[in-house]
């Protein structure tokens, strides 16, 4: 669940302090509530992530560490398909670029939540 935790400050970090799903965060509230109240607030990136992880703690292994690789490519390959084929960032997608450089085409594109998951899982996945 590290990875996860990652995930959500990573998100927590471009939220208003009034948003439902940072509040959901601070508290520390389960998946749940959390991806519902994403939904809620369109941060549909998120709420994405966290069904999927919310699937993931359902299977037979409840101990099973969520695949963070898994769930960012999942991830970063569904919204490449709402990108323009001229956008940097699907460019880099299309490319194969490292989470970093994808990270780094989506904060100047505006794409701040995605920059902001990639950075920190980024950051994640050099620490383990």
Do not use: V
């Amino acid at each position: 669940m590290k990875n996860l935790s990652a995930i959500l400050q990573a998100f927590r970090h471009n939220l208003p302090n009034n948003s439902l799903t940072a509040q959901a965060i601070d508290r520390g509230a389960l998946l749940e509530e959390i991806s519902q109240a994403a939904a809620i607030e369109r941060i549909h990136q998120l709420a994405a992530i966290l069904f999927e992880a919310e699937q993931e703690e359902t299977q037979a292994n409840p101990d099973k560490e969520i695949d963070l690789e898994t769930l960012i490519n999942n991830q970063i390959h569904q919204l490449r398909s709402d990108l323009p084929d001229g956008s940097k960032t699907a460019k880099a997608i299309d490319q194969g670029a490292t989470w970093e450089e994808i990270s780094e085409s989506a904060g100047e594109e505006g794409l701040g939540n995605l920059a902001a998951t990639l950075f920190g899982a980024e950051q994640e996945k050099g620490e383990g």
